[in-house]
């Protein structure tokens, strides 16, 4: 099976004084049934020394990146300093790369966007329009505050909800691509997401 990197989110315990990395299990049951091998790599690697880092990273001889979903979006952030490390060593590698949710949004700043507030996207439904000839959901599900104000450079839309707002985009040169839903959330997953995932990974 091919390596996966999955880059998790960071939870803070103040009352244990813990700080830990966390993944959605559903995520990775989703990977292992679509026949990849997922790696969850912690936050905290990048302290490494960039050699060993980069070491590391290549000893797993990863196929792709996942920008998993969780946190907001701030550039100070330990979680936003490595997703920036990961993006650029995918660059170097040319890897694909998906953006889930707040993975998503990662890759919208990172790329001269802005996030703003939306209405009505945390625990709901909704059609997407498709932008494009490439087979897309028609339906998602969505759980977020916020969404990309407008498309970040060097990408392009590729779906958006019925009130205009920005769901999924995809880069013009390389093979990366933001969701704003997640696929793994639901009961029976659409194949289309199985589909693309397979084919953003091949």
């Known amino acids: 099976m091919k390596n996966i990197l999955i880059n998790p989110k960071i939870s803070i315990n103040i009352k244990r004084k813990e700080i ?13 049934k679509n026949s990849f091998n997922p ?23 990863p196929r792709g990146i996942i920008l998993s979903g969780g946190n907001e979006v701030k550039k100070k952030s330990l979680r936003y300093q490595f997703q920036s490390y990961l993006l650029d060593y995918s660059f170097k590698y040319k890897l694909p790369i998906l953006g889930i949710c707040q993975g998503m949004q990662f890759m919208g700043v990172r790329f001269g ?10 625990k709901k439904n909704h059609k997407l329009i498709n932008f494009t000839k490439e087979k897309f959901p028609k339906k998602s599900n ?42 793994e959330r639901d009961k029976v997953i659409d194949e289309i997401n199985n589909k693309r995932l397979k084919k953003i990974f091949n």
Request: hydrophobic residues 40%.
């Open 113 to 122: 966007s802005r996030l703003i507030k939306v209405k009505n996207h945390v």
């Open 142 to 183: 969505s759980y977020h505050d916020f969404s990309l104000e407008n498309c970040p450079k060097n990408f392009f839309i590729t779906t958006k909800s019925i009130d205009g707002n920005i769901e999924s985009i995809k880069h013009k040169f390389f093979p990366w691509e933001g969701w704003m839903w997640h696929p």
């Open 39 to 61: 790696i969850v790599i912690p936050n905290k690697l990048l302290s490494l020394p960039k050699k060993k880092l980069y070491k590391f990273l290549k000893s797993l001889k």
């Open 20 to 32: 830990n990395d966390q993944i959605d299990h559903a995520l990775i049951s989703w990977l292992i």
